[in-house]
């Protein structure tokens, strides 16, 4: 199913909704509904069911909790902890609007709170970054119960106005490259989508069109391809839930350069952060005080308001000297032909004289030798001393952010 959205400063909202049968259903939506005094959780099994509920609900100020349904332990902590009865939540009423999940890759979700000043000085920022470009429609991959997706793909076109947002339920490679051909488009996508993209045996020009990626790092190497193969610009967000966005780049730079209005330093080697963006509240056990600055898990080489991500303080592994993040290896292991995915973890176990030992999880038409492994690695890196072992999945899947995960 497939649905323009048209914005407009005006008077009304209008959704024109394109069905399966290529039939149009035109929707006014209103800017405002009677709300409740109360957190609200929006659940909905489709994009266009979410939207219809989200934008009315938000402009009429409504605070309003987010997460997956599909994601059991957040499903079961929400149905077993009522938001609107926590402590001190009377304090945070008077401020935040949005509840948002990280994903709960290094552990249980936490949940961030967002203000509307968190939300409107972001999407400035933004909208800064793209106000030169002519763009009449937005095509969004992403869901909307994350931070990236109503940040980008629906507060940002909310507020450039009279654009059309169009939307799927899962778009397929070769339907978004349709899509992206209209003139003054902007897509709002993830890694995945720019890699596949990048495999099409299809060459077209996209030029002067725009594709915004986020959730994780490109490599330099998919963004060349991509680039070359259709003439378009890739922008790169980086940020998280709780900070929201940190910092940007375009195309195969190597640099990130801070957003407007966010201030970074190094504490440790790690990133720290002060940013208009950043969540004043948390939510773990309990409602907790998140202060500035705040240092990230990640490890950077800084130059005034520019950055280098070496990686993430959990996922670096020393090769011959060199700190190297599990994403390039990864990367490198993917170049192999019988390699469908890769993800690379470094373990820590006390019984081991030494502690450090990487685990590579393949999805792989055939089993690989380590040596194989071994050589590919130190083509780039030099010869690897850590131990790692390999194992073997049927499938390595990808969330709805584009991450890969194993089932």
Not at 36 to 58: A, G, R
Not at 322 to 337: G, T, Y
Request: charged share 25%; hydrophobic share 40%; aromatic share 10%.
């Amino acid at each position: 199913m497939w649905g323009d959205i048209y914005f407009d400063k005006g008077n009304e909202m209008i959704l024109e909704y394109i069905h399966g049968d290529n039939s149009r259903e035109r929707i006014v939506l209103p800017k405002e509904v009677e709300i409740v005094d109360s957190w609200e959780y929006i659940q909905t099994s489709t994009k266009l069911e979410f939207i219809k509920k989200f934008i009315p609900n938000y402009l009429s100020g409504q605070r309003i909790v987010l997460f997956d349904a599909n994601h059991k332990q957040l499903l079961d902590f929400y149905n077993t902890n009522d938001i609107n009865q926590l402590e001190d939540i009377d304090i945070l009423n008077k401020s935040e609007k949005l509840l948002f999940f990280t994903s709960g890759s290094s552990g249980f979700p936490v949940g961030a709170f967002k203000s509307v000043e968190n939300l409107n000085s972001e999407i400035q920022s933004l909208k800064n970054l793209i106000i030169t470009r002519n763009i009449k429609r937005v095509v969004v991959t992403v869901p909307f119960v994350h931070i990236y997706g109503v940040l980008a793909g629906l507060l940002l076109p909310l507020e450039l106005g009279e654009v059309s947002l169009v939307v799927k339920e899962d778009f397929l490679p070769y339907e978004l490259l349709e899509e992206a051909k209209e003139e003054g488009t902007l897509v709002i996508t993830t890694p995945v989508f720019i890699k596949a993209l990048g495999k099409l045996p299809i060459t077209t020009s996209l030029k002067e069109k725009l594709f915004i990626s986020s959730t994780a790092p490109l490599s330099l190497e998919d963004v060349k391809v991509f680039e070359e193969k259709y003439e378009a610009n890739v922008m790169q967000l980086f940020g998280s839930t709780e900070t929201g966005g940190i910092a940007y780049k375009f195309g195969s730079c190597v640099e990130w350069t801070a957003l407007k209005g966010v201030e970074v330093t190094t504490e440790e080697e790690q990133l720290s952060v002060v940013s208009p963006f950043i969540s004043k509240y948390l939510l773990k056990e309990k409602i907790e005080p998140l202060l500035q600055p705040y240092k990230t898990e990640d490890i950077v080489e800084i130059d005034n308001n520019h950055f280098i991500l070496i990686g993430r303080s959990n996922k670096l592994i020393k090769i011959a000297g060199k700190r190297i993040s599990a994403l390039q290896i990864e990367n490198i292991l993917e170049e192999i032909p019988s390699i469908n995915k890769a993800i690379v973890e470094l373990v820590y176990k006390k019984e081991l004289l030494r502690s450090e030992q990487i685990v590579i999880t393949l999805e792989a038409t055939e089993k690989i030798e380590k040596k194989v492994v071994k050589e590919k690695i130190s083509q780039y890196y030099g010869i690897i001393t850590i131990p790692f072992n390999l194992k073997y999945v049927e499938q390595i899947n990808y969330s709805a952010m584009g991450k890969k995960v194993i089932f």
